[in-house]
């Protein structure tokens, strides 16, 4: 048994599919399947179910594949304490985010991290909740910034800020002089959401569920929800008048601000919140560079959030 077979079966389970993995462990798929079905000999286990369709780890397999992430993670550890002696904030860390939060903290986020731990470059990574903790339990990730509810199992969490929803509207619509919206009016406008897989998509139903029943229509108009790739592109269809949004408040300027298409008003109380986290694997041998890494993402310039 070898790290590089242990390597093998990890980016298998991450991939689900042996030329995939094969390709990011830089060898031949021969030579992957080979050496997985060695270890599989070895081990006297089938770790994978090979199907035409997909690559499925058996239940023994689930258990091997976890043993054998820790295993790697204690030789990465081995070879940071050789390389960079015992500085937990020494070396580089995988940070992922998802889509709602990167593109409003990362920028912040590395000019601070720069500044306090220039030793520790930081490689980013924006994706869904369920992907982020798909490769941060698969160790391709150190650790991720995500927003609750999410399986907390296995995990250290360091719970970083409460940020509050706001209403975007047209700056032609009859809201634009309200001072706060009722959770229940949303249903009675066209709603822009976010697509399938976006954990803000959720957060948004919660506070209006009945958008929930609502979907996309051949017409605009009616009372319907409908669906955009991203914030940015709902913003921008917001400003182009087809609909109402809502929006976290780091992805907004200042909203008492009146200028350009778009008015940014709050909801009634008790305001919708979420709660933003950093997590990592409790197994991960750096955890003073984490606790490091929340002190950093709290004091990056984040307007309307509540510290916790």
């Not at 017409?219 to 809502?246: D, K, N, Y």
Request: proline letters at 7%; charged letters at 25%.
């Amino acid at each position: 048994m070898t790290l590089t077979e242990l390597r093998y079966i990890v980016a298998v389970a991450r991939e689900r599919h042996f030329g995939r993995a094969a390709e990011a462990c830089h060898v031949s798929q021969p030579t992957l399947s080979v050496a997985i079905k060695k270890l599989e000999e070895e081990l006297g286990a089938q770790i994978f179910e090979r199907t035409s369709a997909e690559v499925a780890m058996t239940a023994l397999g689930i258990l091997i594949v976890e043993q054998a992430q820790r295993v790697l993670e204690e030789s990465n550890a081995l070879r940071h304490l050789a390389k960079h002696g015992q500085d937990p904030l020494s070396g580089p860390l995988r940070l992922g985010a998802i889509y709602t939060v990167a593109p409003y903290l990362l920028p912040s986020l590395v000019r601070v991290a720069r500044e306090s731990m220039p030793n520790a470059p930081l490689f980013l990574e924006e994706n869904f909740t369920v992907r982020l903790l798909e490769m941060l339990r698969q160790g391709a990730l150190d650790c991720a910034i995500l927003a609750d509810p999410f399986p907390m199992a296995g995990l250290e969490v360091a719970e970083l800020y409460d940020e509050p929803f706001y209403v975007a509207v047209p700056q032609d619509h009859p809201w634009t002089e309200r001072q706060s919206i009722g959770h229940d009016e949303l249903k009675e406008q066209n709603t822009l959401l976010l697509g399938a897989g976006h954990c803000f998509r959720d957060h948004v139903i919660g506070v209006c569920p009945e958008l929930n029943r609502f979907g996309p229509g051949p017409t605009i108009g009616e009372q319907r929800s409908f669906e955009g790739s991203s914030l940015e592109t709902i913003r921008q269809m917001v400003a182009g008048g087809i609909g109402i949004t809502v929006l976290p408040r780091t992805s907004i300027p200042d909203p008492k601000t009146r200028e350009g298409l778009i008015r940014y008003i709050p909801f009634e109380e008790p305001m919708p919140t979420r709660r933003v986290s950093l997590v990592w694997r409790k197994s991960y041998p750096r955890a003073a560079a984490m606790v490091e890494l929340a002190k950093i993402i709290r004091r990056c310039d984040l307007p309307g959030v509540r510290l916790v």
